[in-house]
């Protein structure tokens, strides 16, 4: 009989599907809904051991970055003592990687999957992430035959650039790996994927890898000069573009928005939406405030509450919840009066204001973004009789359109009424801690 586990009481955990140096990753299912899911199982000392937890936190970070449709969901981070768990989508297909084993592609399913694979990979840079593994053995399959990027262990975030605004860290497959990055010089992480992708292309029309010698030297030769040849049956408009896909010199590589504009490329293209949770915000403009009317915000426990504002590396911060996904803030002022100063500085950034309802409110941005309108939610808490937690969270829109909302435009205008942000010095959070100890007079709790 199959050896089944509850996590966390919220997932069933069944069947190992596969395993990696540091981690196995089962089969799930969601016991509310019944959704299959795959959990990803890390060992928190292997990883300490390694020196590996700068990367977990990093793949969380990416991960929760990048929500496309081509590119497999993580939708849950726990923890225990021991164990980090990733609960991800259940990708069904398997790898591309098996397709290819057996022998090439037709031209149009290689070109269908290429396309998914430019428009996940151009999301990526948008958010100023470059994956750096890419190759078939990362690349999954939906039940609808639809490509899903996974392994994001190996990429990268902006903050790893140094001061020449390079990448230095040697990483990848070799076969797959662009010259730059071979060569042990700064590279451009956007740039190798390209090349990685130029690769996969290769494989997916040949079967075979357009690089290859059994002397690792020789065939790192081939790659530095970008030399390969191609098969007979390569169509006159696939060559084209790919002879300026594996280009050695990465500034005259071709480019994503050029890659786009490719005739071959183009041929039944249609640009997938990312994702984006749409919450309608109230027309009534007009309408009167119950935000009054309420005799106190939610409360907001104050375990949640000191996990959140730490600016340490503690996995209770990482537990997926709503409440962790935004920027927070900490106020002395009463919940009302917080909703009105929010209020009044979303009108004047020209932002639309709904109803406020159980201390929640909505604001809808004015002007399309790269991902449609900026839609934001803003929710008061209650810590203790005199402390409030004010959250922004983004419902839908772009990413960086919000941070640069919370961080250059909201921020500055509410400095009157806060008491510290979440990520503030470490000390100001051990204060916090002591404060809300104090106001609860339930110590223990904690």
Not at 230 to 257: G, H, Y
């Amino acid at each position: 009989m199959e050896e089944r586990h509850v996590l966390f009481g919220k997932y069933e955990m069944g069947r190992l599907l596969g395993k990696g140096t540091f981690a196995k990753v089962y089969y799930g299912k969601e016991l509310a809904t019944g959704e299959s899911v795959a959990v990803k199982v890390i060992s928190k000392d292997q990883v300490k051991k390694k020196g590996m937890m700068e990367q977990i936190k990093r793949e969380i970070s990416v991960m929760r970055l990048v929500r496309h449709p081509n590119i497999v969901e993580l939708k849950e981070v726990m923890a225990t003592k021991k164990k980090i768990f990733f609960v991800m989508e259940h990708v069904r297909g398997g790898e591309l990687f098996a397709k290819v084993y057996k022998g090439k592609l037709k031209e149009h399913v290689a070109r269908k999957y290429f396309q998914q694979l430019i428009s996940a990979v151009d999301f990526c840079h948008s958010r100023g992430v470059s994956h750096r593994d890419l190759k078939p053995e990362n690349l999954l399959l939906d039940e609808k035959e639809d490509l899903k990027i996974s392994d994001f262990g190996l990429s990268a975030l902006p903050e790893q650039l140094l001061n020449d605004g390079l990448l230095h860290t040697q990483c990848g497959t070799p076969a797959y790996v662009a010259p730059e990055v071979l060569r042990k010089k700064g590279y451009d992480g956007s740039r190798a994927d390209i090349w990685s992708c130029g690769v996969v292309l290769y494989v997916l029309l040949a079967g075979f890898l357009p690089f290859q010698d059994e002397n690792m030297m020789k065939m790192y030769r081939k790659v530095f000069k970008a030399e390969f040849e191609f098969p007979t049956w390569f169509s006159t408009e696939s060559k084209r573009l790919i002879s300026k896909l594996l280009v050695a010199d990465p500034e005259k590589r071709i480019t994503i928005p050029a890659i786009m504009r490719d005739p071959w490329f183009r041929k039944e293209f249609t640009r997938p939406l990312a994702f984006s949770i749409q919450e309608p915000i109230d027309d009534d403009e007009s309408a009167p405030s119950k935000s009054a009317k309420l005799s106190s915000p939610k409360f907001f426990n104050a375990f949640e509450f000191i996990s959140s504002m730490s600016s340490g590396f503690d996995l209770s911060g990482l537990f997926e919840d709503k409440r962790k996904s935004g920027t927070m803030f900490t106020s002395r002022c009463s919940a009302s009066a917080i909703m009105s100063k929010v209020e009044a500085v979303a009108k004047g950034l020209n932002f639309r204001v709904g109803k406020a309802k159980d201390f929640k409110m909505r604001l809808q941005g004015s002007s399309e973004g790269r991902k449609g309108r900026l839609f934001v939610t803003a929710e008061v808490f209650e810590v203790a009789p005199e402390v409030a937690v004010v959250e922004f969270s983004k419902s839908a829109g772009d990413t960086l359109e919000y941070a640069k909302f919370c961080e250059e435009d909201v921020r500055p205008a509410l400095k009157d009424i806060v008491w510290t942000w979440q990520g503030d010095s470490f000390n100001e959070a051990e204060e916090h801690e002591k404060q809300v100890q104090q106001d609860t007079a339930e110590p223990n709790t904690l």
